[in-house]
């Protein structure tokens, strides 16, 4: 598999502050590659650096199997989806879009011709000659991601392209933006905090915190296999419990003992974390059959339509979110009842 | 029935009307302001300007020859002197220009934390009254001044130059007295531009250069006309300038006017002269605030 881009133990420092530190990672030729964390993790300056916005205080980026570091970014094969879009206020849909063609000097009936097919891509066919200011957030996000994609770039980059739409159009988004990559192919690296965006649209994933990378792979690896805390929180809000492994046991101070897989490869007595799914979770007056029964108290419910979140507080003081689809629910606990969580051990995972 | 609802409607119609008149009388101070500083004296002017004065004395004659006189009086004197000002005026604005946008554009993207340090550096040459710097150029530039006595100690030149006392003198004047003050417009411009643009620009493909030409300088354009705004209204009628650098080839037409009011004692004819170069301000005036759009001007001075 040819890759198109590669990061070599990049690392970036801004005074004393390191905002990347010692990231590596390549991304496949035709890849929708995330990079997901928190704000301040340093996802964007990687964006940047790829772009050739920033230059890496140390380490090696390569676009297209070519060295990048001293490569202006108006020379790169990289284009970029920014944030706030930067749509040039003063030029039409039409002049933004062929902006980098001109630039390159392509025949004006080229030109012509590409930005018609891009148009056509997202569905704004007659907006050529529209100002910036009379489109909606959503069409503007669409001519900012052509302006991009016309150039044919090896590599497109979108950092936090969604950030500004209200989630219905952000959905909507999410959909589009998975069917342009589909159709033109090209590699996509977006950067964004949103969990739910990264593993729908991802065909694998680079959790970032505090300029790391923790883990990368396939959104269900992410999902199912988190390696750290972190991740495991960070994306779908595990419970995390803390204790000593022993023999298929955590043993939990104040709760008492998870029941979970065996893990060969954990030594006895070793300090773990289990993480457990909210969804995972059953809640109810009474529960059976399940390996992990603990009791609760309900301290808060949210009633959200398709799902009710509850916040359980279990006997040693920890609060748990427990979320519970509303179809097929014979009734909802009211904050101050007593209650029973439990979950079965395969959905008690280790996290070393 | 009907009768009572079209009388209640007259009489709201009314209401609303005087509620109308109600906010046009808080208008009353400014229009006031204007009305008694501003309009008074130009519509005695106004009127003048169609009287004949006749040795020292001014009969209300009720004529259009003064304006007549402007086309024909001294073989055309007075449209070549309107001309060359207006020629003067748009290369003073150019000129300007040309030396503040440099130094906008450098205490913008190079200022750092000292921008507003070199802003208020930049606008230090108005802790000196006008005619002291014409002055000083004079000093400069002048016959007898510190250039040619530079050059001639260099043995560069033999005998002085007569840089002083033409009308390239008085543009000259006129430039380095306006840059200044253009810089603050074109930097306020530069300044709402998105500086990520300019990085949208070059990941496009775009060099500094065409950034600059495809990016900057339309996007500053507000700030470049409200700069014109500033120097060409004034500058067309500018009377000190030419009295004090301009000798007898940098005449403008406000020189044309002062002689008019003083030397000639044909105070109609000033007054024509005044309300041709009125009417001339105002549409240009016109046609740049059209352009640049009211609220762009106003926020920028």
Redesign the interface.
């Known amino acids: 598999m040819k890759i198109d881009v590669e990061l070599k133990n990049v690392t970036k420092k801004f005074g004393d502050t390191v905002a990347v530190d010692n990231v590596s990672f390549k991304v496949e030729k035709g890849e929708f590659f995330s990079l997901l964390g928190p704000s301040g993790c340093g996802k964007t300056t990687t964006l940047r650096m790829i772009?050739?916005?920033e230059k890496p205080t140390e380490g090696e980026v390569y676009v297209g199997e070519e060295l990048m570091v001293d490569v202006?970014?108006?020379?790169?094969p990289?284009?970029?989806v920014?944030q706030?879009l930067?749509?040039?206020?003063?030029l039409n849909v039409y002049d933004n879009i062929s902006?980098?063609l001109k630039?390159?000097k392509l025949p004006k009936g080229e030109i012509q011709k590409k930005v018609e097919e891009m148009l056509n891509l997202v569905r704004l066919s007659g907006y050529e000659k529209r100002k910036i200011k009379q489109l909606s957030g959503g069409e503007q996000q669409r001519v900012a991601i052509v302006?991009?994609l016309v150039?044919e770039p090896t590599v497109l980059l979108l950092d936090e392209p969604l950030g500004p739409l209200d989630l219905k159009l952000r959905e909507e988004m999410v959909v589009e933006l998975k069917r342009i990559h589909r159709e033109v192919g090209t590699t996509f690296i977006y950067v964004t905090h949103d969990q739910g965006e990264a593993l729908t649209m991802s065909d694998r994933i680079a959790v970032m915190k505090k300029g790391r990378t923790l883990q990368i792979g396939t959104p269900t690896e992410i999902y199912e296999r988190p390696k750290f805390g972190f991740v495991a929180d960070f994306i779908g809000r595990s419970n995390l419990f803390e204790g000593s492994y022993a023999d298929s046991v955590v043993e939990v101070d104040g709760l008492g003992r998870i029941i979970v897989e065996p893990e060969p490869h954990v030594s006895d007595k070793r300090s773990v974390l289990v993480g457990v799914k909210p969804e995972k979770i059953s809640i109810g007056r009474t529960l059976k059959g399940l390996d992990n029964i603990f009791d609760g108290e309900v301290k808060e419910t949210y009633y959200q339509g398709q799902v009710t979140t509850y916040r359980v507080l279990l006997e040693n003081d920890s609060l748990i979110t427990v979320v519970v689809l509303s179809s097929g629910v014979k009734e909802i606990f009211r904050s101050g009842e007593k209650v029973k969580v439990g979950w079965s051990k395969e959905d008690a995972k280790l996290i070393i | 029935m009907k009768d009572d609802t079209t009388i209640r409607e007259r009489v709201l119609s009314i209401f609303r009307k005087m509620k109308k008149l109600g906010y046009y009388w808080r208008l009353f101070p400014a229009v006031f302001w204007l009305g008694f500083f501003l309009v008074l004296p130009l519509s005695v002017m106004f009127i003048y300007s169609f009287w004949t004065m006749f040795r020292f004395e001014l009969f209300p004659t009720w004529t259009l020859q003064n304006y007549l006189d402007i086309f024909v009086r001294a073989e055309g004197l007075y449209l070549r002197l309107l001309s060359k000002s207006i020629g003067m005026s748009i290369a003073v604005t150019l000129g300007a220009i040309a030396l503040a946008y440099p130094a906008a554009y450098y205490i913008s993207t190079r200022g750092g934390k000292y921008k507003y340090v070199l802003l208020a550096l930049i606008m230090t040459p108005y802790m000196v009254s006008w005619v002291i710097l014409i002055f000083g150029w004079r000093m400069v530039i002048g016959y007898t001044g510190l250039l040619n006595a530079v050059l001639m100690e260099a043995g560069l030149i033999s005998e002085p130059m007569r840089l002083w006392g033409n009308w390239m003198a008085v543009i000259f004047v006129l430039i380095v007295s306006w840059a200044p003050w253009l810089v603050l417009p074109i930097f306020v411009s530069l300044e709402k531009i998105d500086r990520t643009l300019l990085e949208a620009g070059a990941d496009l493909g775009a060099r500094p250069s065409e950034n600059f030409r495809k990016i900057t300088l339309p996007l500053s354009m507000p700030g470049l006309l409200v700069a014109t705004f500033f120097v060409l209204i004034p500058t067309f009628g500018e009377f000190v300038a030419p009295v004090l650098a301009g000798g007898a080839s940098g005449a403008m037409i406000g020189t044309a006017i002062e002689a008019a009011f003083k030397r000639m004692h044909n105070w109609p004819f000033g007054s024509a002269l005044s309300f041709l170069l009125l009417t001339i301000a105002l549409i240009t005036s016109f046609v740049l605030i059209r352009k640049t759009g009211l609220r762009t001007l106003m926020e920028s001075l």
């Open positions: 772009a050739g916005f202006p970014p108006f020379k790169r990289t284009n970029i920014f706030n930067a749509l040039f206020p003063h902006f980098g630039i390159k302006r991009a150039n």
